[in-house]
């Protein structure tokens, strides 16, 4: 099966080594063997190459921690010590001598991106000096005790409390608003084993108790994450409604929108994402249409996604608890957008 943004193996990396150990070694009957050679997308890595730009990540990062001191955050947040890194490049080792013994083989991978990933940083406080990656390019730059990305914080040119007021927003958050990540979510959901909102949830309407996580995107590359749960889903609206609500001009439009990713090759009567059909079509199919709302509580954790940069929690200005509107949205591909929120005290 494929993996978001790369092969299953590569998947698994960011979930357990045993999890990687399982794809490669299964064995039934009526499942063919897991292509261990797949080269990863874009990237052309294969699970030999992740094996060793892993090993050589975390002998790096367990050299900053006992040269600087300080604990390396992220996923790897708890681990104070070099010992919890020596336990994971050995399971790494073991890892790539599996590979091995089962005739993997290293893809096509340019210098410039090996290095590109080897060099990633785990978001550790760093001295003076050392190189980090910034926008996906290394340069060399003085990085004061924190994890902000930027040398200013965001809160000042815009916060929570601008959204919270209705002020205008900037076009960074015009053109990418608070919303539900669906390859994210899908998931999730998946990993979890339990229902969460999305847009492709084949015919099942938004309902009280379905598990959100919303994404909000900063403009120095970090995010945030919102999780929660559906605490109200409102009444389908008519396409009057729409009309008089403002939330679309002409609503029948939108309901005749091929899928909006390039590669698309199911057609309409297969993919998810084709919002083609009538009125009632897409309710049958989808169980949510244009203009479509439902009410949330969310809370801002700091242990999620990057909510421990600083300019995060800035942004953010001492909220954790909201209550938020979110609205289905045609002609995009993430479909569920934040349309208000409000504090709770």
């Known amino acids: 099966m494929e993996c978001p943004g790369g092969t299953a193996i590569v998947g698994a990396f960011d979930m357990s080594l045993d999890a990687i150990k399982l794809l490669i070694t299964y064995e039934h009957a009526n ?23 892993n090993i050589v990540k975390f002998t ?8 600087t001191g300080k604990a390396a955050t992220n996923c790897y947040k708890t681990w104070t010590t070099v010992e919890p890194f020596n336990v994971q490049i050995e399971k790494l080792k073991e890892l790539e001598e599996l590979l091995l013994s ?34 996906h390019h290394l340069i060399q730059e003085k990085v004061e005790e924190s994890h902000a990305k930027l040398p200013f914080d965001v809160s000042c040119l815009f ?4 959204l919270i007021r209705g002020k205008r927003s900037p ?40 598990k959100v996580k919303v994404y909000l995107f900063l403009p120095n590359d970090t995010y ?31 309901y005749k929108r091929p899928c909006p990713v390039p590669f698309c090759q199911h057609g309409f009567d297969e ?38 940069d600083e300019s995060v929690v800035a942004f953010f200005a001492g909220y954790t608890k909201f209550d938020a509107t979110l609205r289905f949205t ?11 929120i409000a504090p709770v005290e």
């Open 330 to 340: 045609d002609g995009v591909e993430n479909k569920w957008m934040m349309s208000n």
């Open 102 to 135: 089962k005739g993997a083989v290293e893809g096509d991978v340019e210098k410039s991106q090996y290095e590109r990933c080897v060099n990633e940083p785990d978001r550790m406080p760093r001295k003076d000096g050392l190189k980090v990656l910034v926008n």
């Open 159 to 162: 916060g929570i409390e601008d």
């Open 224 to 254: 945030a994450c919102l999780a929660g749960q559906v605490t109200e889903a409102l009444p389908v609206p008519t396409e009057k409604e729409l009309k008089r609500t403002k939330r679309t001009e002409n609503p029948t439009l939108l």
């Open 271 to 308: 993919c998810l994402f084709s919002r083609s059909g009538s009125y009632s079509e897409l309710l049958e199919k989808f169980g949510a249409l244009h203009g479509q709302e439902v009410k949330c509580r969310l809370k801002f954790t700091r242990n999620l996604a990057d909510g421990r």
């Open 171 to 210: 076009d960074w958050y015009r053109e990418n608003p608070a919303h539900i990540r669906d390859a994210s979510t899908r998931m999730l959901q998946a990993f979890e084993g339990r229902p969460h909102l999305h847009c492709c949830n084949n015919g099942v309407p938004p309902k009280i108790g379905l």
């Open 60 to 67: 790096r990062f367990r050299d900053e921690v006992a040269i």
């Open 31 to 53: 499942c063919p063997p897991i292509d261990i050679n797949k080269p990863c997308p874009g990237l052309n890595a294969t699970a030999l190459d992740f094996t060793r730009i």
